[in-house]
């Protein structure tokens, strides 16, 4: 999907590094903002996510609920199948899941079940998060998994994405 010329020209995605935070993951999550900026071409809600294994993008998708008619199918969720069909395997260990936007209570679950060991988040959601902001299901010890989580990764980048998405919205009187 191409990007507008211009559109986005305010959005610093190759703002210089953070040295406080991976480089690495702030590699990744540029190219998880790229899906969240495809989605919201789509007029869908701007979030993308990746999964790497071994330093390879097995997976990467954005939301895709209006498109498919379908509530279940976040960013996350349609990713995490990618990278299982990918790999032939439910079992998706090894992996990194990178993710614009805090998981829900529903992407965090599915998180859990595919037993991702990492997940990356941009900006987090005190609406819906389900890792720091509401929950804490990724580390809940009465779980059977458990994830190591890294939020806050080009958090600035992702919330303006967000918060333009939605101001126009409201701008045009739609949900």
Known sequence: MRISDGEFDDLDFDAGIDDSIDQLDQFWMKRALLQAVAAQQLDEVPVGAIIVRDGRVIAEAHNGREQLRDPTAHAEMIAITQ???????????????????????????????????????????????????????????????????????LGRDCGELLTRFFAAKRALGKK
């Open 83 to 153: 990278a299982a069909a990918s790999l032939g395997d439910w079992r998706l260990e090894r992996c990194t899941l990178y993710v614009t936007l805090e998981p829900c209570p529903m992407c965090a679950g599915a998180i859990l079940l595919s037993r991702i060991p990492r997940v990356v988040f941009g900006a987090s959601d005190p609406k819906a998060g389900a890792v720091v902001s509401l929950y804490r299901l990724l580390n809940d010890s009465r779980l059977n998994h458990c994830a190591d989580v890294v939020g806050g990764v």
